[in-house]
């Protein structure tokens, strides 16, 4: 195990609700970076927060949005769900932004109806 | 832009036998790093091994080997005597140094090794 943990394992929301994922980096870890990954797909970037900041973000609409908490854990929100948006939702942690590898936790998997 | 192509959408081999997942990246920059992640049922993406575009020397840990080609941009993964376990969806994943360190992913390949 990776020692990174999400929360909630599972979530079912109905389109146009608003949704909050949790991680929680590995220890000694201060950077976490959140993908989404659909079915039959591979992980797609989201953002990445680095010391409480955004530190990159990918083809993603504003309402994604995240936070990064002074004990490096994160949120994503995410605002006005779509159907598309069902897919499992990944953190990873590492120790630094840059090229460090990324430690991956379970995941949530979100369905929206 | 990086892409990751994993050609090989599932494979499905029996017990002990080898199996080869292959992995091509594009790219225009000269530093970059190449990753196979695992991910079993269960949805964790495991990490196998991480690998920078100036070391092209291969590696073996245990019955997982790797060859890491510059000159035909791929970075292969070989099991070796598949095991019931080794059952997951690999990824390829390829990391472009800069503001963000953002891992662009293959499509992965499903092995499923049987009995």
């Known amino acids: 195990e990776t020692g990174v943990t999400q929360s909630p394992t599972h979530l079912i929301k109905t389109r146009g609700q608003q949704v909050t994922l949790r991680c929680s980096s590995q220890?000694?870890?201060?950077?976490v970076s959140w993908y989404q990954q659909a079915l039959g797909q591979g992980p797609q970037f989201i953002f990445q927060?680095?010391?409480?900041?955004?530190?990159g973000r990918g083809n993603f609409p504003p309402r994604f949005s995240g936070l990064q908490f002074p004990n490096y854990s994160s949120e994503l929100n995410v605002n006005a769900l779509e159907l598309d948006d069902s897919a499992l939702y990944l953190c990873?942690?590492?120790?630094?932004?840059?090229?460090?590898?990324?430690?991956f936790g379970p995941g949530t998997r979100l369905l929206v109806l | 832009a990086q892409k990751v192509t994993q050609a090989q959408t599932e494979i499905s081999v029996v017990e002990k036998e080898d199996v080869t997942l292959d992995c091509v990246y594009e790219?225009?920059?000269?530093?970059?790093?190449l990753f196979w992640y695992k991910q079993p049922p269960s949805g964790e993406l495991v990490f196998l091994i991480r690998?920078?575009?100036?070391?092209?020397q291969n590696e073996i840990s245990g019955r997982y080997s790797w060859n890491f080609q510059k000159s035909t941009s791929s970075f292969n993964f070989t099991i070796t005597a598949s095991q019931v376990v080794d059952s997951a969806v690999y990824f390829c994943?390829?990391?472009?140094?800069?503001?963000?360190?953002?891992?662009?992913f293959g499509t992965g390949t499903r092995l499923q090794v049987t009995l």
């Open positions: 990873a942690s590492s120790p630094v932004a840059g090229v460090e590898t990324q430690y």
């Open positions: 220890s000694g870890h201060n950077t």
């Open positions: 927060y680095y010391r409480e900041e955004e530190n």
């Open positions: 790219t225009r920059d000269t530093t970059y790093y």
């Open positions: 690998r920078n575009s100036f070391d092209e």
């Open positions: 994943a390829l990391l472009i140094t800069g503001t963000a360190s953002k891992l662009t």
